[in-house]
């Protein structure tokens, strides 16, 4: 026996130590983002005092994310997943340096705001597919839910950590946040490249029916398209986070500090909640829990919107984190369960394209609604449409609404009875 337990113990070994390099990857290069965002977000305010222009800086990372999205979700699928994410991370990292130059050198500019959040839409859209694809290689199946919970335990930490400090960074110069966000994206870029993995490259011809797979396997899977669709419309409809510059100068009045604390204060909501999932991972009535977590989340963004204490305000927007990563993990974890690894990257590379539509297109959303309403009225409206949208999924996706467990085993899954729903969905 014990000559046959290395071989046993040996690559379960090499899986941990690869996933915990990931884990670190990712918590590196999730502060580095957040940080960034930060900072981009406050300078174009600083330098324009538009709603307007914190929306297009959603935007035009939204853009390129849905036009390279199929491209890139064909290459996370044919090439090395770490090394592909290792080379995101350090064009973020050029990124970051070119805006740490213009911001030392004086000459930085709405456009060029534009042009760097441009690229890093442009670099996103790989990079998230990339490392939603790669998790399920080095984590068993049966415990992906507490391995998505852990993993975003790790990165809401980050998150609630690394917005104060890029504000409090801030202060003291937009340089000095960028070329810390740049040794972040470094070390992350760094520690991508030590992940060892079995890499099994297909045949994968650059065709369209290769590129649409990945949106095929979604359209027929009424759960998995119930829970991206439900993300989308939620998120899209309910986030405020564009809208925090003008909540933190004009509503609340607590500076950029006051603005990286309100950026934080989901992350804070979500890292606690993560934690608790990793202890209890979700198991039974997935579909109610997640479209629960869905009302909840407008039902906060509606308080937040409202109020105009800065203590409230936060604790709103840290009931809005916590019921986000109920959705995440959930959704996270249907994605990669209900995907053959060999169209992970494609069907992840669609996720990325909901996930930025949700993110990017709502901040765009969120500053023409602020342009027209004000920053009240966008958050106000965006938290009853999402309690609809929450209502509403109750009858769209029955399917979704059923779902039971969140890993199926196989016999649950042959007497599911969910082929004739996408005749429906297409009937829509």
Do not use: K
């Not at 004086?106 to 597919?129: H, Y």
């Not at 990286?260 to 890292?271: D, I, K, S």
């Not at 106000?380 to 209502?391: D, E, K, N, P, S």
């Amino acid at each position: 026996m014990s000559g046959t337990a290395p071989a046993v113990t040996a690559p379960a070994l090499r899986q941990q130590r690869a996933f915990l390099r990931l884990w670190c990857a990712r918590l590196a290069g999730t502060a580095a983002s957040q940080m960034l965002m930060v900072a981009v977000a406050w300078q174009m305010y600083d330098l324009t005092a538009s709603a307007l222009d914190l929306g297009l800086v959603g935007l035009v990372q939204f853009v390129p994310a849905l036009a390279l999205a199929l491209v890139a979700g064909h290459a996370v699928d044919r090439h090395q997943r770490a090394h592909l994410l290792a080379l995101c991370l350090a064009l973020q990292m050029a990124v970051a340096l070119w805006l740490c130059a213009a911001s030392a050198g004086g000459f930085t500019s709405r456009a060029s705001l534009l042009g760097a959040s441009l690229v890093l839409g442009s670099v996103r859209a790989f990079q998230m597919p990339a490392q939603q694809a790669l998790t399920p290689l080095l984590v068993p199946a049966a415990l992906l839910p507490r391995a998505l919970a852990f993993s975003a335990a790790g990165l809401q930490g980050a998150i609630v950590a690394r917005p104060a400090l890029g504000g409090l960074i801030y202060a003291a110069g937009a340089a000095a946040t960028y070329a810390g966000c740049a040794l972040l994206f470094a070390g992350a870029a760094a520690l991508c490249l030590t992940i060892r993995y079995v890499h099994r490259p297909g045949a994968l011809p650059l065709t369209a029916a290769a590129l649409l797979a990945g949106v095929r396997h979604v359209w027929i899977n009424p759960v998995v398209l119930g829970a991206l669709s439900l993300d989308l419309f939620a998120v899209l409809l309910g986030g405020a986070v564009a809208l925090l510059p003008m909540y933190a100068r004009d509503i609340l009045h607590v500076g950029p500090f006051g603005l990286g604390l309100l950026r934080a204060a989901p992350a804070l909501g979500a890292f606690t909640t993560s934690v608790a999932l990793t202890r209890w991972p979700v198991r039974r009535r997935t579909g109610r829990l997640l479209l629960a977590a869905v009302a909840v989340f407008g039902v906060a963004t509606l308080v937040f919107g409202l109020s105009t204490h800065f203590m409230l305000s936060l604790a709103a927007l840290a009931v809005t984190g916590a019921a986000d990563m109920v959705s995440v993990v959930i959704r996270q974890t249907l994605v990669q369960i209900e995907t053959p690894d060999a169209m992970r990257g494609r069907v992840s590379a669609v996720n990325s394209v909901f996930i930025g539509a949700s993110n990017q297109l709502g901040e765009f959303e969120s500053g023409v609604t602020a342009a027209w309403l004000g920053p009240v009225g966008s958050v106000v409206l965006g938290g009853v449409g999402t309690i609809v949208v929450a209502a509403a999924w109750l009858r769209v996706f029955p399917a979704l609404a059923r779902r039971d467990a969140l890993v199926q085993t196989d016999a649950a899954r042959e007497s599911e009875p969910h082929r004739p729903e996408p005749r429906a969905a297409r009937g829509r």
